[in-house]
Structures are given as C-alpha cells and as structure tokens.
C-alpha cells in the first residue's frame, strides 16, 4: 500500500522559511520523479516544484527563487526548502509522484501571515 506522509508545515511570518518533508512507502521510490503541490482554498492544487530520478528541477514560476526541492533516496524522502516566504504561499502542500498516480496524503498546513 502507498503512503505518502507530509511534515513541516506550520505558521510562519512573512519572510520566513519552513522545510517541508515527504516520506513515501510502498513505492521503489528511485524510480519515479516526485513533485510538491499545494492547494489555496477555493483553487485548484497546482505544480510547485519537480524533481526526475536523474535530479533535474522546475519549478513554478511563483517560487523560482524561493524554494528548493530535493530528494534523498535512500530515505524515500523528498523535501522542499520554503525561502521567503509570502502570504500567497498559504496553502496546504502535498507530495506526489509526477505526474500524480497516487492517492493524495493528508498534505501539511502551511500559513504565512503576522
């Protein structure tokens, strides 16, 4: 059975930073890529950020700059460093593979506001 559990997620001023991590289970997790997504209330969950097995990076053009994706396989954990963070960043984030061929984990809180 595939899980795919999210931590990190908290409430943080403007312009401050949070570490979000994902382990996945029941997964040979080396051989998919894996993205972050997030999801605001009354929108749609978007694409954050990417990474291949092979280690190539996108990211949203809303983070480029602010956050960094990255991986470690011999946890089955991907994670994403959040930089800056701002208040259109509130949303609740997810981990999947990419594309998303799994259900969706509970996701983690993140709220950016004073």
């Known amino acids: 059975q595939v899980q795919l559990v999210e931590s990190g997620g908290g409430l943080v001023q403007p312009g401050g930073s949070l570490r979000l991590s994902c382990a996945a289970s029941g997964i040979i997790f080396s051989t998919y890529a894996m993205g972050w997504y997030r999801q605001a209330p009354g929108n749609q969950r978007e694409l954050v950020a990417e990474i291949t097995r092979s280690g190539i990076i996108t990211y949203a053009v809303s983070v480029k700059g602010r956050f960094t994706i990255s991986r470690d396989n011999a946890k089955n954990t991907v994670y994403l460093q959040m930089n800056s963070l701002k208040p259109e960043d509130t949303a609740v984030y997810y981990c999947?593979?990419?594309?998303?061929?799994?259900?969706w984990g509970q996701g983690t809180q993140v709220t950016v506001s004073l």
């Open positions: 999947n593979t990419r594309p998303a061929v799994y259900n």
